[in-house]
């Protein structure tokens, strides 16, 4: 285990200690990128001085609300589905394409429909994020031992108390990885949109940091949204992890 | 069993009647403002399909789609194989692939720009980060997954490395590395599509967003149904690939 991380910490660094020799060695020029401590150092000078906290809050806002309303549409669409057995031969072929098509595309669509504000960009991350979580908890409903479903019915549950007691809390495992997956897309989806137009936002910064070559700007930030990502996805992965062990699964 | 074939095929009809009701009904909701019907759709798809601006659009987008989807199965196959020969190595990277799998790349648009300037290069690069990592990864559980006994058998038969990939592990491995090249192929497209819509001169990304600078709803709509049926399409048809490799 222990050198399985030294590895990862080396390619890490290797990483980080290339790019910094490239950048001064001029390899790379400095109008492409600044060296590495030098982004670090903006980073952490424009987290001190409160720079583009509107934006990071407003970012940040639209993720967890597509990643919310995704979230409890999937699980509940998920749940409900399980039982309807045509409908969902039906929707199959939806979901087994759905992750080829550039849901991008319809961005443009949506901001002529709704206007240029957080409505397009928050539906861009639920539409990117609510196939995943009703698949991963189809998969996981279709887990439940039959013994589980009947002792439901002999105690004469409802099938919403059936959902909450039983279903749902033996799939705890796959609603975490739904959770994680979520996160991902809405992720992708409101910091995307928010690139390809908007008025605000982490993203828009970016792009509007890149048309005005403000380096100094655009590569705190990015360096930023990749941290909060990764932070977010080995969060949720812990956490699936320490839950799969506890079930004394691997 | 004939019966049994047939049905998917039915279900797919109807999926696709369903959502073209769908589409009918809100345009009815929606009105004329921000919606066109299908058939306004592919009526007007049919007219910008004479001339020859579109041609040249989707010519570039198609030309930086295959030379970045080529780059990517390249790389991908190339990580995957050193990856899932090397334990230690495997181990170690895969779960920081997954993890850039899940970032959002769009953000490293602007940094692939410096680097290679608006073009097609830059393009082809972003089209081709997002494939290699899928590719990469399914090949790399492909090799894992391989039985012991075959690649023993390689060893008894004391085979070099070349002639153990060529002949046992790749033929082994195809299904798996066949799945990721299809996720690869779709994600590569959108990569393609996304860097379009960010920055560039040319190709249906940049026609969708020159089309929403110039509210024109019509073309806005021709554009995005045109890539949804080309995506759905394509990844059907490899779908389909997909699952006689797997099951045959």
Redesign the interface.
Known sequence: MSRLRLYQLAVVAGFILLLEALCLAGVIDKITMPPPHIIVRDLFRMIAAGRYFGDIGKSLANVLLAFATAYVLGVATGTILHGYRTARDILDPLFATYYAIPVFAFYPLFIVIFGLGDGPQVLIGILLAVVAVIVTTLNGVDRVPPVLKKTARVNGLSPLQTALRVTLPFCAPYLLTAAKLALAYAFIGVIGSEFIMARAGMGYEISYAYTNFDNATMYPLILMILLLSIAANGLLSYWERTLLARRGQK | MAKEER??LR??I??IV??FLFWQLAYLA?GDV??RSPWQTMRFLGTLMQTDVFWLHLADTLKAFAVALAIAIALGLLIGFALGLHR??G???E??LV?LY??????????I???FGVGISAKIAFGAIHGIIPVALFTLSAIRTIKPILIKTGRVLKLNPTVMVRAILFPAAVPEIFTGIR?G??LT??GT??GE??AAQRGL?YL??N??SL?N?DL??A??FL??VL??S???LL?AVDRRLHHG
């Open positions: 049905a998917p279900h797919t109807i999926l369903g959502l929606v921000a919606l230690l190595s181990d170690a990277m779960p920081m993890a899940s970032i959002p790349k769009i953000t490293l648009y602007p940094i720009l410096l680097a996720v192929f779709s497209l959108i599509v996304l819509m960010f990304g969708l967003m089309a929403i509210y709803i806005i709509m554009v995005t890539l949804v995506a759905a394509v990844n059907a779908l």
